[in-house]
């Protein structure tokens, strides 16, 4: 996290989320608040999970008010327990109240995407298949919530279009087929003297056979398989390529496809369908 603090995308998000927030201040807080007025609030759990952005939030904390004073109890990737402090926050009133809801709003989701992670990690327990994340993600929030994944115990996939070549389905549709699109993208790749991985998605045996046969490539998608399916496949394949299984697979089914031997397992799930952390700051008096 020390590292993302650092990262000009990071630091921008928070700066906007500073603008939604806050605007030209927070009026309530200083309408009702005597501006002197020095106290202390903790930051507590409300609910079981994994923490992910302590570290964030307390640099939000010192970025409203470089004189208050931020302890933290709890670290990033820790379990943490309904009713456990989190954190301890002393100095101005007001300045912690106009934090107060930036600081909570990336705690509670980065803390549920850690959660969840953690929770499809546990099912994978004993078998040598890693769960990933995708690109579906908060627009803005991507290096933060894939770095939650990470926190969680998950492994990421790629971070976007740049760092890595993903031929999808309507890529290989619109190029003519898997044949051009693999032969494309390797003359694309030498041209521009791009040293990026390949992974392609396959919907059926047949294409899965088709790129086997082509070869060329590192990873194999194997996208809406069925468990016995994605077996079949990744028998087939028999570590020539890595292999990933991606489409509608939840907690409850993930274990039967990672018992297949496939070596990754992809979830939007980590990112966009997640429950965040229930998290709250309370004065203390």
Known sequence: MEELLKHPLVLQLIQMAFAEDIGDGDHTSLACINKEAQGKSVIVAKEKGVLAGVTLGKYIFEQVDPRLQVTIHKNDGEWVNREEVVMTITGSDISMLTAERTVLNFMQRLSGISTITATYVKELAGLHTKILDTRKTTPGMRLLEKWAVKNGGGSNHRIGLYDMILLKDNHNDFAGGIANAIARTKEYLAKHQLNLKIEIET?????????????????IMLDNFTPQQLKEAVQYIDGRFETEASGGITLQTLRSYAETGV??????????????????MRAVK
Do not use: P, Q
């Open 263 to 280: 070596d990754y397992i992809s979830s939007g799930a980590l990112t966009h369908s997640i429950k965040s952390l229930d998290l709250s």
């Open 203 to 219: 919907r059926s045996m047949d294409e899965v056979k088709e790129v086997v046969a082509i070869g060329g490539i590192n990873r």
